[in-house]
């Protein structure tokens, strides 16, 4: 017995990698026998966590093991789903889409990029070549129902989409977090392992942290205090801050030090920007009263550091681009934009940010909605009327890539109808979903484990600079092929009809990233980076990662305007105070309004396949507060139907006074019960959608981006005879 455990023991090894699993970047350990995960558990030498893992990164090996995972190319027929080759595979699908773009022309066919790509080194890098065979202008990506107004403002103001500041939670003071929950996030647009700990240690050091919010967050829950916000009212609580921070001479006291207001050239126009706006005629509205505002204010202003962090809570709102423009504001005329404790930019080894454009809006608008496009992409929201409504320009193909947009995007039902009638799809995707169950061809990549990693965008977003290159953990097999792979293959074919110029250009390159790999280009990223000492042989020979360095002063180099100056924009967002105007005198405070929420063991729809994942008591449930549920005679436990105007569905009462009345709250991400999905754990713990709820034509309109937070509802307690209709999408029941 003793010879078989040693035996055991000598086959163990151990793999040092980054989980790619969300934003946080956690150094993780994984023992194996060059063939089975056998554990997976935080490493404790990488510099950036410490240790620290969430329950997903386990899930790693939940996903490399999973028996519903596509390891061959599939091909929807009448007798259901059946595989064929790779080369019959790409072939079929440059075949159709070619045939699409030549009956109908080149924007007739459409793509969607889900957000897993940006977690995944090969595609972030190679991705451009699939771009460019496409030659279409009907793109889509995720970014409009999540982060978008983050991107506009870094663009607007800083001069590139992807200059984004972080808070500096390592060494603030005073960490204000409107509509953010860092604990089930771990970070967003803010990569931090641990925040529990980071928000602790800040409370540790004598300072404060403060949570605005619909709901009694995980986050709010550990915070100094937490006071309920209406839903979408968040831009009327920041503009009367601003206000305060004027009037209470904050803004003037701040100025002699105050670097960054030094570099923006209409930051006098500020001082009046919310003139309108005093914490009494926002208090009733918001649900947050005048001496209470006036306090935050004072307390922030007069913190030793502080922050104001806004993240999907003040995003994803009919006013998110106003709000976060609002956000920023607050930083830079408090003094708080470049400092340590404060809003401060990462530097990482990779300089995607001088290595790419800046991004731009409005170029374009939609064909049926007349949405702006931002950097080539039109909102998300935009994609249904696109497919359905008939005329020149109709998609009428489309691909998706590592997405799920019937699941992630408003009006769910009406995507997944307008799928339906597409004439060819195809999908880059390991999994029959709820989406790529419409594909004619499935093209499936490998697992996460099966492939190098390096975080090119999330180190952009790094609350401490670090640098880790992590190579796969197991090797492909010969019948299997990497996203990278798959984008070069389709678009050498897709490149066959090109002018001959054109053609031999981007041939050479596709060669030589198909010869060389990503980790080629990684090595040519890292070597024209901004540390002297970093390259791919540095990274490989410390497998915990390297530690570049706590965040630093990095203005005026960081701007990337010609000029070197803050460029504040102020009549692009002042004109939308009109809007704001127009809400108040028209704000019913009568509807019940109905937000998402998220979990740590939850990203989005594509972790709900992992048994461990999932397990334990349902999590889709319709979270709502006592009074609200007595108000409908609901009690707790209860099946309650849920509409919107695009829709209903039947979910579970969770009765519980983490809500503030007149709110409710269903998680994102489920709604697993549609016909064709082959995901037997996600069906086993089906849910509801709350995308089947959020409306398509509820949006920012400043940007395009959802209003997928703040939906008007009714609800209806269901009877206990109708409780076997079960937790359903009303829909589905036709």
């Known amino acids: 017995m003793a010879d078989i455990i040693n035996d055991v023991v000598d086959m ?21 026998d060059g063939q089975k995960v056998l554990s997976i558990k935080g490493d404790k030498n990488d510099p950036f966590s410490q240790g620290y893992i969430c329950p997903k990164a386990t899930a790693l090996q939940d996903l490399y093991e999973d028996p519903d995972r596509l390891r061959h190319p599939v091909e929807r027929t009448a007798d259901g789903w059946k595989q064929i080759s790779w080369n019959e595979a790409l072939d079929k699908v440059a075949t159709g889409i070619q045939a699409v773009q030549q009956q109908y022309g ?70 204000l977090i409107i509509g953010g929950n860092p604990l089930a996030s771990n970070g ?63 803004a003037d006291k701040a100025r002699p030090n105050n670097r960054a207001a030094a570099l923006a050239p209409e930051i006098d126009k500020l001082a009046t920007f919310a003139k309108d706006y005093s914490a009494e005629s926002v208090a009733s509205i918001t649900g ?100 359905l409504v008939a005329g020149e320009g109709q998609l009428k193909g489309f691909m998706c890539v590592a997405g799920n947009p019937v699941l ?23 999994y029959v979903n709820e989406t790529s169950r419409h594909a004619n061809i499935i093209l499936p990549p490998v697992s996460a484990l099966e492939r190098d990693h390096y975080d090119v965008t999330f180190n952009g977003f790094a609350v401490h600079n670090v640098a880790k290159y992590s190579p796969a953990l197991f090797d492909k097999k010969d019948n299997e092929k990497h996203d990278w792979e798959i984008y070069l293959e389709l678009a050498e074919r897709l490149e066959r009809y090109a002018p001959d110029a054109l053609k031999d250009k981007r041939k050479g390159e596709r060669d030589l990233t198909k010869k060389l790999g990503p980790k080629f280009l990684l090595d040519q990223a890292l070597k024209h980076g901004p540390y002297d000492d970093i390259d791919l042989e540095t ?22 305007h010609a000029d070197k100056q803050i460029n504040m924009n102020v009549d692009f967002y002042q004109a939308d105070l009109e809007r704001v105007q127009q809400m108040m005198q028209h704000y019913d405070d009568s509807q019940i309004l109905l937000i998402g929420r998220r979990h740590v063991r939850s990203n989005n729809s594509w972790m709900h396949n992992s048994y461990r994942l999932v397990k ?43 809500l503030m009345p007149g709110v409710v709250s269903i998680p994102h991400g489920f709604g697993h019960s549609r016909r064709g999905v082959r995901q037997k754990i996600a069906q086993a713990h ?41 937790t359903v999408n009303l829909k589905s029941l036709a």
């Open 106 to 175: 080149q924007n007739a066919f459409g793509i969607y990029l889900g957000n897993p790509n940006v977690h995944n080194m090969g595609g972030m890098l190679t991705i451009k070549y699939l771009l460019h065979s496409l030659k279409s202008r009907s793109r889509f990506s995720a970014t409009s129902v999540d982060q978008l107004p983050h991107h506009i403002v870094s663009m607007h103001l800083f001069g590139h989409m992807l200059r984004i500041p972080v808070p500096d939670v390592n060494n603030t003071h005073y960490m």
């Open 686 to 726: 089906a849910g509801v959608s709350v995308n089947d709820l959020t409306d398509d034509t509820l949006i920012d309109e400043l940007c395009g981006n959802a209003a997928v937070n703040g939906v008007p509802v009714q609800l209806e307690a269901i009877e206990t005879e109708s409780k076997s209709l079960a």
């Open 539 to 560: 990274l490989i020979d410390n497998p915990h990662g390297v530690d570049l360095g706590a965040l630093q002063s990095m203005l005026p180099d960081a701007l990337q």
């Open 616 to 658: 334990g008591k349902s999590r889709c449930t319709l979270m709502l507060h006592p009074e609200t549920a007595a108000q409908y005679k609901i009690v707790d436990g209860q099946e309650v139907k849920v509409t919107s105007r695009v829709g209903s569905v039947i979910i579970v009462a969770e009765v519980t006074d983490e």
């Open 408 to 430: 992630s995007t408003p009006n769910g039902e009406k995507l997944d109808k307008a799928l339906s009638q597409l004439e060819f799809m195809v999908a880059l995707d390991y």
């Open 12 to 32: 163990e090894q151990t793999h040092f990698r980054t989980c790619n699993l969300c934003e946080a970047m956690c150094g993780i350990e994984i023992k194996h």
């Open 188 to 250: 967003s647009i803010m990569s931090a392992p641990n925040m529990r700990q980071k928000l602790k240690d800040i409370k540790a050091r004598g300072g404060k942290v403060v949570v605005i919010d619909p709901r009694r967050t995980e986050t709010a829950e550990i915070a100094s205090e937490h006071h309920f916000i209406r839903p979408a009212t968040d831009v009327l609580l920041l503009l009367a801050m601003l206000n305060e921070i004027y009037l209470q001479g904050y």
């Open 288 to 387: 947050i009263s005048a001496s209470e505002i006036k306090r935050l204010v004072k307390e922030f202003c007069e913190a030793e550091s502080s922050v104001c962090y806004g993240r999907m809570g003040i995003s994803v709102q009919e006013f998110g681009l106003l709000s976060q423009y609002l956000a920023m504001v607050i930083n830079i005329v408090s003094g708080r934009l470049d400092e340590v404790g404060g809003l401060m930019f990462p530097n990482p080894a990779v300089d995607v940010v001088n290595n790419s454009g800046p991004g731009y809006l409005g170029k374009r608008h939609s064909r049926v909605s007349n949405l702006p496009d931002f950097n080539g992409e039109y909102p998300a929201v935009a994609m249904s009327d696109e497919m």
